[in-house]
């Protein structure tokens, strides 16, 4: 199939925009939204360009977004990055587990109702978050011993023994060594991506439009539903603790 070279030009254009902010909306950019969208033919090389580049390229909204693949390393991130960037020096796969654990229960309190949105709050106490998580690995050891954890694919001895290892300190600590400053870390990664803003003098999380889009279009989608899992397990695949 050829192509004109105004829609090429047009296309790159878009998924330049797309690579550099991950993002092209509507009111920032309405020139290529509307290339975009009114555009078989636009539409298309974008999504080609993001599927050569192990890329999805969806629209939800407003917005069009660039998500990468679960095993991009370009656009996105390995699990050793991960590891780096949330979790304290010299952490193990149990730091790694708990921080992936932390957005999972981010997302639950967040995240579980029906209709037109799946957002049930608008607003998560930092505080409450610290506890939440506390009592989800208290129920998840009580409700599964070790053999039944790694049945289900959820390591919760594990994890609560990464959270109980870090020390409880004042709401302002920056250590990843305190859950003060282990979760500080996690919430300001997950606002760096757009996800999420955290309120400091607050001590008060929100969700962002990009992440509401998400949960509504993507995530809660039971056809995307084993995916998620995939990404969020503790497979018996992974490297173990030394």
């Avoid at 109702?113 to 690995?137: C, E, P, V």
């Avoid at 305190?178 to 803003?197: P, S, V």
């Avoid at 607050?202 to 899992?229: A, C, G, Q, S």
């Amino acid at each position: 199939m050829s192509y004109e070279n105004e829609d090429i030009q047009k296309a790159q254009e878009i998924f330049s925009v797309l690579v550099e902010k991950h993002e092209l909306s509507e009111e920032a950019n309405p020139s290529l939204y509307r290339a975009f969208t009114q555009s078989a033919e636009v539409q298309m090389l974008v999504k080609q360009q993001g599927e050569f580049s192990r890329c999805d390229i969806e629209r939800y909204a407003d917005v069009i977004y660039l998500i990468p693949k679960e095993d991009n390393l370009y656009f996105g991130y390995s699990r050793q990055e991960l590891k780096e960037r949330l979790c304290r020096s010299n952490a193990m796969n149990r730091d790694y587990y708990l921080a992936m654990f932390v957005i999972l229960v981010i997302l639950v309190e967040f995240y579980d109702g029906q209709g037109t949105s799946a957002r049930t709050r608008d607003f998560l106490r930092t505080g409450d978050l610290q506890n939440k998580i506390s009592s989800y690995l208290k129920e998840g050891c009580d409700r599964y011993d070790r053999n039944e954890q790694a049945r289900v694919g959820m390591a919760f001895s594990e994890m609560q023994h990464a959270w109980e290892s870090l020390r409880s300190d004042n709401a302002l600590s920056r250590r990843r060594t305190t859950k003060e400053g282990f979760l500080y870390n996690i919430l300001h990664f997950l606002e760096e991506q757009g996800l999420i803003a955290y309120i400091e003098k607050d001590e008060m999380i929100k969700t962002m439009p990009k992440l509401d889009h998400f949960m509504d279009w993507n995530l809660l989608n039971r056809v995307n539903y084993e995916r998620v899992l995939s990404v969020l397990r503790h497979t018996g695949e992974e490297e173990s603790d030394e």
